[in-house]
């Protein structure tokens, strides 16, 4: 079996008052993140089930061409799209840790995405 040793984990969606709207799972957190990414949301916020580990995202879907080699189920889904399929990409931005378990516990500044290192606080 191809997938040996990527144990599938489950990981909450936090909004940004600090509540779980969704569960995504993957073996990794960018696979979960990607799948949230895929639904138009760019903003990701991520709670690793069982931990107080939370994981920040910053995420976009684009439509692109199908590429010539794909399989024959996504190339059909892409004709309903004029041949073009949507792709999500996501970039991470860090962790963090919770002080509580209980998500409404937590000061609700661990649910906003931090800035970016490079980014400015504001225009001149």
Same mark, same amino acid.
């Given at each position: 079996?191809?997938?040996? $040793? =990527?144990?599938?984990?489950? /990981?909450?969606? +936090?909004?940004? %008052?600090?509540?779980?709207?969704? *569960?995504?799972? $993957?073996?990794?957190?960018?696979?979960?993140?990607?799948?949230?990414?895929? =639904?138009?949301?760019?903003?990701? &916020?991520?709670?690793?089930? $069982?931990?107080?580990?939370?994981?920040? /995202? &910053?995420?976009? =879907?684009?439509?692109?061409? &199908?590429?010539?080699?794909?399989?024959?189920?996504?190339?059909?889904?892409?004709?309903?799209?004029?041949?073009? +399929?949507?792709?999500?990409?996501?970039?991470? +931005?860090? *962790?963090?840790?919770?002080?509580?378990?209980?998500?409404? =516990?937590?000061?609700?500044? /661990?649910?906003?995405?931090?800035?970016?290192?490079?980014?400015?606080?504001? %225009? %001149?």
């Amino acid at each position: 079996m191809a997938t040996e $040793g =990527r144990e599938k984990r489950n /990981f909450g969606l +936090i909004n940004e %008052k600090g509540e779980e709207v969704g *569960t995504f799972s $993957g073996a990794q957190p960018r696979d979960a993140a990607l799948k949230v990414a895929n =639904r138009g949301i760019s903003s990701i &916020v991520l709670r690793e089930k $069982g931990t107080k580990k939370l994981h920040y /995202f &910053v995420g976009k =879907r684009e439509l692109v061409t &199908v590429p010539k080699n794909a399989p024959a189920w996504i190339q059909d889904a892409a004709k309903k799209n004029k041949g073009k +399929i949507f792709k999500a990409n996501v970039e991470k +931005i860090g *962790t963090a840790q919770l002080q509580f378990v209980k998500l409404e =516990r937590n000061d609700k500044s /661990f649910f906003k995405i931090p800035k970016k290192a490079g980014e400015k606080k504001g %225009k %001149k």
